[in-house]
């Protein structure tokens, strides 16, 4: 394990509350890019939700990253390996192409995983962390931030990308960020 993936690590079990994780690590599609690793947290923040966080979106460059770089979290109500997948494909695909700015929206041809429909993710402010608490600090002055993908189904991005992210969140049929079997809000 290299010193930056290693300090990573012990910099979000610290910020976990001393959260234990598996580290796996998946092929980078860009042969000029390191390989994406996922921190896999069980549990985490809260019993039945498993957190994962990347490790290698960082590595990339984006003309809209000025002050730091981003690298994301995903916290779902699964035990799905999945889910851990299919955010390291999204990163894989468009790292070094897109900034995932909040509000963004990332989607994939099929389902992530057949226990839900959804196909893609949308970027914005971590759910159980304050601003704050987003922000590492690296050696070599590296500022990492992160960045919650939250799963949608397909009809959900249109209603992000023409009404905004606060109107997504604030449906009424939008109850919990983590229910990977929630309601489609494109269908209501």
């Given at each position: 394990?290299?010193?930056?993936?290693?300090?990573?690590?012990?910099?979000?079990?610290?910020?976990?509350?001393?959260?234990?994780?598996?580290?796996?690590?998946?092929?980078?599609?860009?042969?000029?890019?390191?390989?994406?690793?996922?921190?896999?947290?069980?549990?985490?923040?809260?019993?039945?939700?498993?957190?994962?966080?990347?490790?290698?979106?960082?590595?990339?460059?984006?003309?809209?990253?000025?002050?730091?770089?981003?690298?994301?979290?995903?916290?779902?109500?699964?035990?799905?390996?999945?889910?851990?997948?299919?955010?390291?494909?999204?990163?894989?695909?468009?790292?070094?192409?897109?900034?995932?700015?909040?509000?963004?929206?990332?989607?994939?041809?099929?389902?992530?995983?057949?226990?839900s429909g959804m196909t893609g993710f949308v970027m914005y402010?971590?759910?159980?962390?304050?601003?704050?608490?987003?922000?590492?600090?690296?050696?070599?002055?590296?500022?990492?931030?992160?960045?919650?993908?939250?799963?949608?189904?397909?009809?959900?991005?249109?209603?992000?990308?023409?009404?905004?992210?606060?109107?997504?969140?604030?449906?009424?049929?939008?109850?919990?960020?983590?229910?990977?079997?929630?309601?489609?809000?494109?269908?209501?």
């Open positions: 394990m290299n010193n930056d993936l290693k300090h990573f690590g012990q910099l979000l079990t610290q910020r976990f509350k001393g959260a234990k994780f598996e580290l796996k690590q998946v092929t980078s599609l860009d042969e000029k890019l390191p390989s994406i690793h996922l921190f896999i947290f069980k549990n985490y923040p809260d019993t039945g939700l498993v957190t994962i966080v990347t490790h290698g979106l960082s590595k990339a460059t984006h003309p809209k990253w000025h002050f730091g770089r981003p690298e994301l979290i995903l916290s779902v109500e699964s035990e799905k390996e999945e889910w851990a997948t299919a955010l390291a494909t999204v990163v894989n695909e468009f790292r070094g192409e897109k900034s995932f700015a909040n509000g963004s929206v990332y989607s994939l041809e099929k389902p992530f995983c057949y226990e402010v971590p759910s159980f962390l304050n601003q704050e608490e987003a922000i590492f600090e690296l050696a070599g002055n590296k500022t990492i931030f992160l960045t919650q993908a939250y799963p949608i189904y397909p009809g959900e991005a249109g209603i992000i990308l023409k009404q905004g992210f606060e109107s997504f969140w604030g449906h009424e049929k939008f109850q919990d960020p983590y229910d990977v079997k929630r309601d489609n809000i494109s269908e209501h």
